[in-house]
């Protein structure tokens, strides 16, 4: 049985993260979040020691190592900003480490890790669900037996609406979340390198707190993506429907259907991890450098490469 720790266990993906621990017939052991609304861990792991002063549960993972009763994993559920450091602190508490997308904001983290990675012998796994998902594995294996030099034409869209919170909190603060592309689109671009290979042109038509869109030349296909948290930009079909949320990707027209099954990827992510079979920092570092590179570069003019749904945007800011 896999002894866990679990960093960030008041935040929103923590209790899928309880749940894969439990589903794997492994333990939490213990958990840190500076926030106490941790209420859904009596559904999982009411006997887990409970910390919200972080120096305390360090000395708790110390002392559990010391008597012989080690943490094998620490999962992170922390905020974007505090990956890197609370993956170094996993890694030197002997213990390998799972954590959430983003694995970090910049790809030189990802070089310091390697090398704590290298000195204490454990390893970092991250999150990747979309990997996992039968209709993506599906697509991968449809492009990978198809022409070998065929350029697909693909839009991506992906609306999830948030309150006003959001801006407020620490996922409105592209220091501390990386920005909307960082906080909700890593694991698009993760997926979409995974398949159709390593980036050629990245361009970025909007940047905002709540939307973001751009342009994306891949080795074997062409991307039009838009992000968003703004309800406002639901298409209307959707907002009828009185959805909350839109996920779309078409490749050539044909809408890949991917909306459900997400909630066994957590699961099954830990099971291949725990298997030997988790993703690491290699795999991790092109979608980094994806959303490292969009939250830095210039804009690009709109042109003909824009998301159809950019079209509210470009009216809000006098394009046409």
């Given at each position: 049985?896999?002894?866990?720790?679990?960093?960030?266990?008041?935040?929103?993906?923590?209790?899928?993260?309880?749940?894969?621990?439990?589903?794997?017939?492994?333990?939490?052991?213990?958990?840190?979040?500076?926030?106490?609304?941790?209420?859904?861990?009596?559904?999982?792991?009411?006997?887990?020691?409970?910390?919200?002063?972080?120096?305390?549960?360090?000395?708790?993972?110390?002392?559990?190592?010391?008597?012989?009763?080690?943490?094998?994993?620490?999962?992170?559920?922390?905020?974007?900003?505090?990956?890197?450091?609370?993956?170094?602190?996993?890694?030197?508490?002997?213990?390998?480490?799972?954590?959430?997308?983003?694995?970090?904001?910049?790809?030189?983290?990802?070089?310091?890790?390697?090398?704590?990675?290298?000195?204490?012998?454990?390893?970092?796994?991250?999150?990747?669900?979309?990997?996992?998902?039968?209709?993506?594995?599906?697509?991968?294996?449809?492009?990978?037996?198809?022409?070998?030099?065929?350029?697909?034409?693909?839009?991506?869209?992906?609306?999830?609406?948030r309150g006003k919170w959001y801006g407020i909190s620490w996922k409105g603060d592209i220091?501390?979340?990386?920005?909307?592309a960082t906080n909700i689109g890593v694991h698009f671009f993760d997926m979409l390198t995974?398949?159709?290979?390593?980036?050629?042109?990245?361009?970025?038509?909007?940047?905002?707190?709540?939307?973001?869109?751009?342009?994306?030349?891949?080795?074997?296909?062409?991307?039009?993506?838009?992000?968003?948290?703004?309800?406002?930009?639901?298409?209307?079909?959707?907002?009828?429907?009185?959805?909350?949320?839109?996920?779309?990707?078409?490749?050539?027209?044909?809408?890949?259907?991917?909306?459900?099954?997400?909630?066994?990827?957590?699961?099954?992510?830990?099971?291949?991890?725990?298997?030997?079979?988790?993703?690491?920092?290699?795999?991790?570092?092109?979608?980094?450098?994806?959303?490292?590179?969009?939250?830095?570069?210039?804009?690009?003019?709109?042109?003909?490469?824009?998301?159809?749904?950019?079209?509210?945007?470009?009216?809000?800011?006098?394009?046409?």
């Amino acid at each position: 049985m896999n002894r866990f720790a679990l960093i960030g266990a008041a935040g929103f993906i923590a209790p899928r993260h309880m749940k894969a621990i439990k589903e794997t017939g492994s333990q939490l052991v213990t958990a840190f979040d500076k926030f106490d609304s941790v209420g859904v861990m009596d559904s999982y792991f009411p006997e887990a020691d409970f910390f919200t002063e972080f120096e305390r549960f360090d000395r708790h993972i110390d002392k559990l190592r010391r008597s012989g009763h080690p943490v094998d994993y620490v999962s992170i559920c922390s905020p974007n900003y505090l990956h890197d450091a609370h993956i170094r602190f996993g890694l030197r508490s002997g213990a390998n480490v799972i954590c959430e997308k983003p694995l970090v904001l910049n790809p030189w983290n990802i070089d310091g890790l390697a090398e704590i990675e290298a000195e204490t012998g454990n390893r970092v796994s991250n999150i990747l669900q979309l990997r996992l998902h039968p209709s993506i594995i599906a697509l991968k294996k449809r492009i990978e037996n198809g022409p070998a030099h065929k350029m697909y034409d693909l839009d991506l869209a992906y609306i999830t609406s948030r309150g006003k919170w959001y801006g407020i909190s620490w996922k409105g603060d592209i220091t501390k979340s990386g920005g909307i592309a960082t906080n909700i689109g890593v694991h698009f671009f993760d997926m979409l390198t995974w398949i159709f290979g390593p980036v050629k042109q990245n361009r970025v038509h909007v940047r905002e707190v709540n939307q973001a869109a751009g342009y994306l030349e891949l080795e074997r296909a062409r991307v039009r993506w838009f992000l968003s948290t703004d309800s406002v930009t639901l298409p209307e079909s959707v907002k009828l429907a009185n959805r909350q949320t839109y996920r779309s990707l078409q490749i050539e027209g044909e809408e890949i259907e991917f909306s459900d099954g997400f909630t066994d990827l957590h699961t099954k992510s830990y099971e291949q991890i725990m298997a030997g079979n988790g993703y690491g920092l290699s795999e991790a570092y092109p979608s980094i450098e994806i959303v490292n590179h969009i939250r830095n570069t210039a804009l690009t003019r709109v042109s003909e490469d824009y998301h159809p749904l950019i079209r509210f945007q470009r009216q809000l800011v006098g394009h046409e």
